[in-house]
């Protein structure tokens, strides 16, 4: 089973500032990685998948890079709707397992 | 729209079971893959189990193997997952979830949860 390591486990980023979160994986998953994001009492949401494509509806400000072993999710100039948990998850191999997520507070 | 809405969860005495089912809608269930991810309190993403879209084929975390059977009914649009043996640590969010495309392992949407509890 790959296990996906994220960092830091909390970002304490000030609205309006970019905010980079890292994902790394135990062995290469190549871009088969994918974000969502979790907001209190709701359930995730899809951010990105193939490493770097936005889901439908998502904001230009979330970008995903990256490729084998570590990947980077960007929030260029965040919201106030974006401070939240965001995770990732390897689809490359069965099965899918997910990072333990980043939590993304104001600063 | 695609919509999954789960019921079924609650409080449940530990060796003790529950059925957890989720109702689709706003696509052709019958032709996606279906997948259970849960959530414990205050913790992070659990992968839990995976039923075929025709039924034919499961696939279950080695967690719940043995004490959990997922199934269908294509025919009801509906989503199942039967919990026997229930521990503390099986306590979490369970939450129904489509495949992004029919041979996708991403998922969009999730459901919006149903959550077991599993004490004496």
């Known amino acids: 089973e790959i296990v996906m390591t994220q960092s830091p486990a909390t970002l304490s980023v000030s609205p309006g500032e970019r905010a980079t979160l890292s994902c790394r994986a135990s062995q290469s998953v190549s871009s088969n990685l994918a974000w969502y994001q979790q907001k209190p009492g709701q359930a995730p949401r899809l951010l990105i998948y193939?490493?770097?494509t936005r889901a439908t509806g998502i904001p230009a400000r979330f970008s995903g890079s990256g490729s084998g072993t570590e990947f980077t999710l960007t929030i260029s100039s965040l919201q106030s709707e974006d401070f939240a948990v965001y995770y990732c998850q390897q689809y490359n191999n069965w099965p899918v397992t997910f990072g333990g997520g980043t939590k993304v507070e104001i600063k | 729209e695609v919509q999954l809405v789960e019921s079924g969860g609650g409080l449940v005495q530990p060796g003790g079971s529950l059925r957890l089912s989720c109702s689709a809608s706003g696509f052709t269930f019958s032709s996606y893959a279906m997948h259970w991810v849960r959530q414990a309190p205050g913790k992070g993403l659990e992968y839990v189990s995976a039923?075929?879209?025709?039924?034919?084929?499961?696939y279950y975390a080695d967690s719940v193997k043995g004490r959990f059977t997922i199934s269908r009914d294509n025919s009801k649009n509906t989503l199942y997952l039967q919990m026997s043996s229930l521990r503390a640590e099986d306590t979490a969010v369970y939450y129904c979830?489509?495949?992004?495309?029919?041979?996708?392992?991403?998922?969009?949407?999730w459901g919006q949860g149903t959550l077991v509890t599993v004490s004496s």
């Open positions: 039923i075929s879209s025709n039924g034919g084929s499961t």
């Open positions: 979830v489509k495949p992004y495309n029919w041979n996708s392992n991403w998922f969009d949407p």
């Open positions: 193939g490493a770097s």
